[in-house]
């Protein structure tokens, strides 16, 4: 089954064999509340790693990183 997952940002077909993703993506979900204009409104987008690297370089406060260290 083709899930045909494109970034949000660029557009770009997200590589997949047999309905399993070949790369890493972040996923963005988000269910707006009472305080929101949005209230009701369910967000979700994907962006590749690429744009993901782009976007969050331009935040002020860089993202909390750490090193798993341990692989589940
Ligand atoms: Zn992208």
Do not use: H
């Not at 369910?42 to 002020?60: A, G, N, P, R, W």
């Amino acid at each position: 089954m083709e899930k045909n997952i494109r970034c949000n940002a660029c557009a770009r077909r997200i590589k997949e064999e047999n309905g399993i993703l070949k790369e890493d993506i972040f996923e963005g979900k988000k269910e707006w509340g009472y305080f929101s204009r949005l209230d009701l409104k369910v967000d979700t987008f994907f962006l590749c790693e690429d744009c993901y690297e782009q976007i969050v370089s331009k935040f002020q406060i860089p993202v909390t990183r750490k090193d798993k260290l341990e692989v589940m």
